[in-house]
């Protein structure tokens, strides 16, 4: 082939290349291993990072405990805060924003949409009321309740906020928490007395809390009220710290039936956190 053809066919072959590059789509966000989109894992992962460490970090932090370079951390943060799912502060470190507030309530309503058969097989096999709380901020909050058939029954608005040093559910939320958190957060709150029997001193608190590790459960005895009993335990590995619980009259909520509710308390609570670790709602 003589030169000059020989550079004609090479231009013309750079020109289809280049028309062809040109006219193909935009290639899609690499699939991450779950088959999921990666950026998107990523982002999501950076948000629980971020809440894991208070709700405030630096990019650098962030780099360190995700094992992903600044660069990437820098562009899914900057896409994050357009969402307004987290805001730069002025001293130039990332928080979470506000938009995220109506998701986590939503979700929580749902949390306790979810609960409701669970505590209903805990009302079928006691007899008692049985509830699911939150911890949220320095409160408790209940998010789902079941009632007992009895007509002597204890009954917890949803949506109820308590301290949590005078509930089972309470201790069993803080009974992981380190005790100068704990120490703080019962300096904000105070440690009023509901009835004679609730603790109203930080060392006893903690102690309390020393017992609910050891034996895997948590008691409420008059403490919130007088007359009323409750067992609570925590659900393992849940999105958030949650809690379950049943609540009666003293008279029936005994030493010798906590000895058989603990039992069926941890079994049920394991079986939620199975379901709310399922890509599907509980019971599908």
Excluded at 52 to 64: I, K, N, T
Excluded at 73 to 98: D, E
Excluded at 155 to 173: A, I
Excluded at 180 to 203: F, N, S, Y
């Amino acid at each position: 082939m003589p030169p000059s053809a020989e550079r004609k066919s090479t231009a013309e072959a750079t020109q289809a290349h280049a028309a062809t590059a040109q006219a193909a789509p935009p290639t899609p966000a690499a699939p991450a291993a779950s088959g999921g989109v990666q950026s998107l894992e990523r982002a999501f992962d950076l948000l629980e990072r971020m809440a894991d460490a208070g709700g405030e970090v630096g990019l650098s932090e962030l780099s360190g405990t995700s094992g992903l370079p600044l660069p990437t951390i820098h562009r899914l943060m900057r896409t994050l805060v357009s969402c307004g799912y987290v805001r730069q502060q002025p001293n130039r470190r990332y928080a979470l924003g506000p938009r995220l507030i109506r998701l986590g309530e939503s979700a929580s309503r749902l949390l306790g949409t979810w609960a409701r058969p669970y505590l209903a097989r805990l009302v079928e096999e006691t007899g008692e009321t049985a509830n699911m709380a939150l911890l949220d901020g320095d409160e408790v909050v209940y998010v789902a309740q079941v009632p007992s058939r009895h007509s002597m029954r204890m009954f917890t608005e949803v949506g109820r906020r308590v301290l949590p040093h005078s509930t089972g559910v309470g201790k069993v939320l803080l009974a992981h928490t380190p005790d100068e958190q704990v120490r703080a957060l019962l300096a904000r709150t105070g440690m009023p007395a509901a009835t004679e029997k609730t603790i109203t001193t930080p060392d006893g608190f903690l102690e309390a809390l020393e017992q609910v590790r050891a034996s895997g459960y948590a008691t409420d005895d008059n403490e919130q009220e007088i007359g009323v009993r409750c067992i609570a335990v925590s659900v393992p590995d849940s999105p958030t710290a949650a809690a379950l619980s049943i609540s009666g009259p003293a008279g029936r909520v005994t030493d010798a039936a906590t000895d058989k509710f603990v039992p069926l308390l941890h079994e049920v609570a394991v079986d939620l956190s199975a379901a709310l670790a399922s890509s599907g709602a509980p019971g599908q």
